[in-house]
């Protein structure tokens, strides 16, 4: 048996804390205000009469943004996303819709985004009903309305950040709520006023023709700004008296816009919204009118096109950003990926996940159940099975718990367990027992009382079960070709379909090992079970330490060196412990009692160090530094210089990085092409739990490392394989 005699608990517990990451990794302490580095957001309330059913009530969420940094209106424009506001209120309370105040028109290159700057307030009103009752009437002594949000906003500058937060507000029931009076009064202020008169659309070619009456006699003649609010309708960066234009007959406004190039809508009434110049506004007087304008004409065949995630979207627009404006930033080309084409990449992703490095250390495994069964090809068959089963059950149980941390708000991807110093411990400790159990230190019968023994597997299935467990916990972090478009994709597919590129994913991990198994041909080439067995089990446990040895140095790169220190004195205590189990008599209980007390002892002592999570040295960014740390930030700063940029998306835990950065991004000839076409060579580390680099890989429709991606301003950026090779990088280089 794989496992020897090996008790099945250990192995479940290790393998469940490998789905999930650290709980310290998401918890989150609700306030008022949420600070970032490019935004304060405050949960701010103004209720003039109190709370009380017809009184007027608004909350709001009031948005500082650092200089240079926006963030959006309804309709984001070229790229972006609308902040989102879910409240959860007592019963009796509603929130309504946010009272969005007039944008501004914001150039990103050669693209155009609407939001804001500076600093803003979201309004939205509170509608309390009659049968709210006050926490007064139902006894629990308190005086205020409990007010609860969580908010989700992307900030921009060159680069797009996806940012989020919770709030807590206690607001007073009794007596007027007047410190952010003016802030309301200031969002009001900001606020369309409605038309008097319904308008009217007209498409006419390529092109839309607004025609407004019933606008103020004392902005007549002025110069509006057009805010649709349908998305990707409008050519937004046209500029007005350039690419569209605008008029008036005495008191109707008309102008003629451009229809954008990739229109995706065709709406039957256009709500829109038209605002005065900054320079032309006067305080205590209506900026903005908005008005729901019934649609004339035939609307041309809309433009076929790719699926783009917002968020590459807004990647795509720093891009555009951060390129000279001599050059255009192009989209770059995105295939359009169907489920069919995407299932086929899952599962040939999953084969193709075989022949990478990380899959090693369980070809021990996969080899003494083989040579078990040698000659027996009911158990092959039942053995293909039963790993097929471990494997698929534990890809979907990965998936779904990424899919499900993800929708409440995580920044995880392919991978993400082995971002957790705990996980990364408790693998350690488990391949360091099955190195012991196959070296024959132990067999679990003897080294555990009679009661225990009870709970052990007694049929070989179960052991091959768990192989494919244990194959998925140690396969997940790394990435294969075709894969990683797939699961890139899933991550924007409804759960049942996500979840059905997980099951291919997982049947094509375990798809080798299933035909063997139903194929006599391959049982017929393997020798006949003798003491060969023996030496080769021992041989094949020095794979599993080696993957102690890989996992420690994980931990040190997450932990520190007394991280990683500690975990190895930890093993040593195991291993001892184990030992100790296996001696008979008296001596046995004394020396195993002993150890665990030590243990014990040294785990209370400096088992802290394990968990805690050590900041990496910052590399130099100096002329001499070949690898510089990955910001958006620096991307935006070399590619608007003009300067090429190679992004390596690695992780300490990604033994297919490790084996790409030695093989490939180490060679000479390589590394010669990079200085002589002056690229500059950047590396995210995804070893420990980065939103930045989370965000960064779901914007390029990726999930996992590695990844590697070449980009030159005004260009689309170019990804290369996971299985990255010399050639592939210079020609990559050469079309430079």
Not at 28 to 46: C, D, N, Q, W, Y
Not at 125 to 130: A, H, K, Y
Not at 289 to 299: D, F, I, L
Not at 326 to 351: F, H, K
Request: proline fraction near 8%.
């Amino acid at each position: 048996m794989i496992f020897s005699r090996f008790h099945i608990a250990t192995f479940l517990v290790a393998a469940a804390a490998a789905c999930m990451p650290a709980a310290a990794q998401l918890a989150s302490k609700p306030g008022a205000v949420v600070t970032t580095p490019h935004v304060r957001a405050e949960l701010v309330a103004h209720a003039p009469e109190g709370v009380a059913p017809g009184a007027p009530v608004w909350v709001g969420l009031q948005i500082t943004h650092q200089p240079e940094w926006h963030t959006y209106w309804k309709n984001a424009g070229d790229s972006g996303l609308p902040t989102e506001l879910n409240w959860t209120l007592p019963s009796g309370v509603a929130a309504g819709e946010i009272a969005w105040p007039v944008p501004r028109k914001i150039p990103v290159g050669n693209l155009a985004n609407y939001g804001y700057e500076g600093t803003v307030l979201l309004p939205v009103p509170l509608e309390v009903s009659s049968n709210f009752k006050p926490p007064l009437a139902l006894g629990a002594g308190a005086s205020a309305l409990d007010v609860r949000l969580k908010a989700s906003w992307l900030v921009c500058r060159k680069e797009c950040i996806p940012e989020e937060g919770e709030f807590t507000l206690a607001l007073p029931l009794q007596g007027s709520t007047a410190l952010h009076k003016a802030e309301f009064d200031a969002a009001q202020a900001a606020q369309p006023q409605p038309l008097g008169k319904p308008g009217a659309v007209e498409v006419s070619g390529n092109t839309l023709q607004v025609r407004l009456e019933g606008l103020p006699a004392s902005i007549h003649g002025k110069t509006l700004g057009f805010f649709p609010e349908t998305p990707e309708l409008i050519r937004t960066a046209a500029e007005s008296g350039k690419d569209w234009t605008q008029s008036w007959q005495g008191g109707t406004w008309t102008a003629t816009l451009p229809l954008a190039d990739q229109r995706s809508a065709s709406p039957t009434t256009l709500p829109l919204v038209v605002a005065l110049a900054e320079s032309d506004r006067q305080p205590g007087q209506p900026m903005a009118w908005r008005v729901e304008a019934p649609v004339s004409g035939s609307w041309p065949a809309a433009a076929p096109r790719a699926e783009v995630s917002p968020a590459l979207q807004a990647a795509l627009a720093a891009n555009a950003a951060a390129a000279p404006s001599s050059t255009s930033a192009e989209l770059p080309p995105q295939p359009t990926v169907t489920l069919m084409a995407a299932l086929l990449g899952a599962l040939l992703g999953g084969l193709l996940l075989n022949l990478m490095p990380c899959v090693f250390p369980i070809l021990a495994i996969k080899v003494l159940g083989f040579a078990r069964q040698a000659g027996n090809h009911r158990a092959h068959r039942t053995a293909g099975l039963a790993y097929t089963a471990g494997v698929m059950l534990s890809v979907l149980a990965l998936g779904g718990a990424m899919l499900a941390l993800r929708a409440a708000g995580a920044q995880l991807g392919w991978g993400f367990q082995l971002q957790s110093p705990a996980v990364v411990a408790a693998l350690a400790a488990l391949f360091t027992l099955i190195g012991l159990n196959l070296a024959g230190m132990f067999e679990f019968g003897r080294a555990a009382p009679l009661s225990l023994c009870s709970a052990q597997a007694r049929h070989p299935i179960a052991n091959d079960f768990l192989s494919g467990v244990l194959a998925v916990v140690i396969a997940s972090p790394c990435t294969a070709p075709f894969m990683g478009v797939s699961l890139g994709f899933a991550i924007g597919l409804p759960a049942t379909q996500a979840l059905l590129l997980f099951a291919a994913l997982g049947l094509g991990l375990a798809l080798p090992y299933l035909v063997a198994g139903f194929i006599p041909a391959v049982a017929l080439l393997l020798p006949r079970p003798g003491p060969w067995m023996n030496t080769l089990r021992r041989l094949l446990a020095f794979p599993m330490f080696a993957t102690v040895a890989w996992l420690v140095w994980v931990l040190g790169q997450q932990s520190g060196i007394d991280g990683a220190g500690t975990l190895l004195a930890l093993l040593v205590c195991m291993a001892a412990i184990v030992w100790a189990l296996t001696l008979r008599g008296r001596t046995r209980l004394v020396i195993a009692t002993l150890m665990v007390a030590f243990t014990a002892v040294l785990a209370a002592a400096i088992g802290r160090n394990v968990l805690q999570t050590v900041e990496p040295a910052k590399m130099a960014a100096t002329a001499g530094q070949r690898w510089q740390p990955w910001s958006a930030e620096r991307v935006a700063e070399l590619t608007g210089a003009g300067q090429p940029v190679f992004i390596d998306f690695t992780a300490a835990w990604c033994v297919t990085c490790q084996y790409n950065k030695k093989a490939t991004l180490a060679d000479a000839e390589v590394l010669a092409d990079f200085d002589r076409r002056k690229v500059a060579m950047l590396r995210a580390d995804w070893t420990r739990r980065d939103p930045a680099i989370t965000a960064a890989l779901t914007a390029l429709g990726r999930s996992g490392v590695p990844l590697y991606v070449l980009q030159a301003p005004g260009k689309a950026p170019v990804v290369l394989t996971e299985i990255l090779g010399k050639d592939e990088v210079r020609a990559a280089l050469a079309a430079l």
